[in-house]
């Protein structure tokens, strides 16, 4: 059962931020920064931080190209919808997890998680990373369907999972 699967990633939703402010400013180089604690001496702006993935550009291509000639070379409609879907899910999953990694070294860095947080925020997200499949979409029916639609959507293993309505 999916969701089974996906507990690490609840209690990691516990330990990673729901949202931090983050800040630019200009030093007195004309360098651009960003941060979640800026000096007190320069003027700074706060940035708007969008969920998920925002671009001008075209989406990132699907990981694997073998997935895109499968999903349209399939004539069965419903199969290729679902291939298409889970192409999509497992491509978002690709961008969040790492992104989840980085956000939980800064906050280990920052000491706002110990060692052992950081090492279980890990374990949870490599945990997901491989029991997150193609296969596992194709075949997956009910709540787990739908946690699939979701990450197909680009809105996060956090949101996907539930772990973030469990922080309210």
Same mark, same amino acid.
């Given at each position: 059962?999916?969701?089974?699967?996906?507990?690490?990633?609840?209690?990691?939703?516990?330990?990673?931020?729901?949202?931090? !402010? %983050?800040?630019?400013? #200009?030093?007195? /180089?004309?360098?651009?920064?960003?941060?979640?604690? &800026? @000096?007190?001496? !320069? %003027?700074?702006?706060? #940035?708007?931080? /969008?969920?998920?993935?925002?671009?001008?550009?075209? &989406? @990132?291509?699907?990981?694997?190209?073998?997935?895109?000639?499968?999903?349209?070379?399939?004539?069965?409609?419903?199969?290729?919808?679902?291939?298409?879907?889970?192409?999509?899910?497992?491509?978002?999953?690709?961008?969040?997890?790492?992104?989840?990694?980085?956000?939980?070294?800064?906050?280990?860095?920052?000491?706002?998680?110990?060692?052992?947080?950081?090492?279980?925020?890990?374990?949870?997200?490599?945990?997901?990373?491989?029991?997150?499949?193609?296969?596992?979409?194709?075949?997956?029916?009910?709540?787990?369907?739908?946690?699939?639609?979701?990450?197909?959507?680009?809105?996060?293993?956090?949101?996907?999972?539930?772990?973030?309505?469990?922080?309210?």
């Amino acid at each position: 059962m999916l969701a089974r699967r996906w507990l690490p990633l609840l209690l990691l939703g516990c330990v990673l931020p729901l949202h931090a !402010q %983050v800040y630019t400013w #200009v030093d007195e /180089n004309g360098q651009k920064h960003f941060g979640n604690q &800026p @000096p007190a001496t !320069q %003027v700074v702006k706060e #940035v708007k931080i /969008n969920q998920g993935y925002v671009s001008d550009g075209p &989406p @990132p291509q699907a990981a694997s190209a073998t997935n895109s000639a499968t999903a349209e070379s399939s004539t069965d409609s419903q199969g290729s919808d679902d291939q298409k879907m889970c192409s999509e899910a497992m491509r978002w999953t690709a961008i969040d997890l790492p992104n989840l990694k980085e956000i939980a070294g800064e906050r280990k860095q920052r000491g706002d998680l110990t060692s052992e947080q950081y090492k279980q925020a890990i374990q949870a997200l490599d945990q997901a990373q491989s029991e997150i499949t193609l296969q596992g979409c194709l075949a997956s029916t009910g709540k787990e369907r739908e946690q699939y639609k979701c990450l197909s959507g680009g809105a996060g293993v956090l949101v996907c999972s539930g772990a973030l309505g469990t922080l309210n």
